[in-house]
């Protein structure tokens, strides 16, 4: 079974920097894809960041490209996201994810694609 374990999250002041960490276990292979989506309050689960299979591509939403960024380092089966130039807009609970195991495609922007969901941490930033 896998599971994904975030960490890092917490109060920072807008235009501040977060890491969060997401460490993975349970998977057959470190090539499959990994993200990253948020959910604010009383606001739809949307995604933030995506390293394709292989980890040879990177996609951002919109409102993050420039500030964010996610990576991976497989030795210690963890992604990251650096976050940088916080925002209040920002404040959600940040979720790990990644597909079931056998997928080898699909839209990493679609909550769809994603099989395995961590619990999520919480981002506050204050104005």
């Known amino acids: 079974q896998v599971q994904l374990v975030e960490s890092g999250g917490g109060l920072v002041q807008a235009g501040g920097s977060l890491r969060l960490s997401c460490a993975a276990s349970g998977r057959t292979s470190s090539s499959y894809a990994m993200g990253w989506f948020r959910q604010a309050p009383g606001k739809e689960r949307e995604f933030v960041a995506a390293l394709s299979w292989g980890g040879g591509f990177t996609y951002y939403a919109d409102s993050v490209k420039g500030r964010f960024t996610i990576s991976r380092d497989n030795d210690k089966n963890t992604v990251y996201l650096q976050m940088n130039s916080l925002k209040p807009e920002d404040t959600a609970i940040y979720y790990c994810?990644?597909?079931?195991?056998?997928?080898?495609?699909?839209?990493?922007?679609?909550?769809?694609?994603?099989?395995?969901w961590g619990l999520g941490t919480q981002v506050t930033v204050s104005s």
């Open positions: 994810v990644t597909p079931r195991e056998g997928a080898r495609s699909g839209n990493l922007y679609s909550r769809g694609t994603y099989g395995y």
